[in-house]
Each structure stands twice: as C-alpha cells, then as structure tokens.
C-alpha cells in the first residue's frame, strides 16, 4: 500500500500562486508515476500533470500548460504542484494519485481545496 498526504491547499486571488505538496508513504519504489488531478466544484474529475519516476517525463493538461508545473523530489518522496497565474476557473479540490503503470493511477490521496477569488 502507498499513503498519499496533499498539503498547501488555500483561498488565493486571482493572478497569486499556490505550491501543493503530496508526500508519500509505503511500498513507494512500486511507484513509477505521480500525479495531480482536480474536481472542480459540480464537475468530474479531471487530469492535471503527471511526471515519471525520474522527473525526466512531464505531462500536464492544456488548460495549466505554461501556469502550472510538476516536480519531485524522490530523496523526499514528494511530488509538488506549482501553480501561476491562478484564475477563478482553477477553484476546485486537488488530488495527489501514484501509480505503477502509466495512466492507471492505484493510490489517492484525501485532497486539498483551492479556492481562488475573483
């Protein structure tokens, strides 16, 4: 099993920054892939970024390419989310998932709210 805990979540305006932090626990070296989803509020799930085991591979959605960047500090087990020019669009919860194949995220963690303000 791999424990997934997400932090620095918060209520900021619209054009300010947030950095989310997922630090994970367990059978991490079954881990080959981290990633950041969002709900945003009455919609479904959708993918943000992800980024490969070595942080040599990242991939994030159209809608934060250029305002929103994925990390990883393996020597930490943590993978961060920073996040630019936030706009009220971007409001929603935020997940930490991981996974052991390429797109088939097993482990979740609980989320974190961001809010952003008009």
């Known amino acids: 099993q791999v424990q997934l805990v997400e932090s620095g979540g918060g209520l900021v305006q619209a054009g300010g920054s947030l950095r989310l932090s997922c630090a994970a626990s367990?059978?991490?070296?079954?881990?080959?892939?981290m990633g950041w989803f969002r709900r945003p509020p009455g919609k479904g799930r959708e993918f943000v970024a992800s980024?490969?085991?070595?942080?040599?591979?990242?991939y994030g959605s159209d809608s934060v390419k250029g305002r929103f960047t994925i990390s990883r500090d393996n020597a930490k087990s943590t993978v961060f989310l920073q996040m630019n020019s936030l706009n009220p669009e971007d409001t929603a919860v935020y997940y930490c998932a991981a996974a052991r194949f390429s797109g088939a995220y097993d482990y979740w963690g609980q989320g974190t709210q961001v809010t952003v303000s008009s």
């Open positions: 980024i490969s085991r070595s942080g040599g591979s990242t």
């Open positions: 367990g059978r991490t070296f079954d881990i080959n892939y």
